[in-house]
């Protein structure tokens, strides 16, 4: 959810909680603003449709870093 910084695609979900503490990234200390949101919420519905349509192969889903 959070813009900018280096896009890192590391799994190490503290390395990128240190970016936003650290002021590199900005992380909107004011909440979400509603089109990001919105665009989070397609996204995840999007995923869920997919794992829902090949759920006769899909057996578990894990979300890792949910709630940083």
Do not use: C, I
């Not at 813009?3 to 979900?13: N, T």
């Not at 603003?33 to 995840?44: D, K, L, S, T, V």
Request: hydrophobic content about 45%; cysteine-free; glycine content about 8%.
């Amino acid at each position: 959810m959070l813009p900018g910084g280096d896009q890192s695609q590391a799994a190490e979900v503290s390395m990128n909680f240190f970016r936003v503490a650290r002021g590199r990234v900005e992380s909107y200390n004011n909440g979400l603003p509603a089109a990001r949101a919105a665009a989070a919420r397609q996204r995840y519905a999007d995923l869920f449709a997919v794992l829902v349509k090949h759920r006769d192969v899909v057996s578990r889903v894990t979300f890792l870093g949910a709630g940083v």
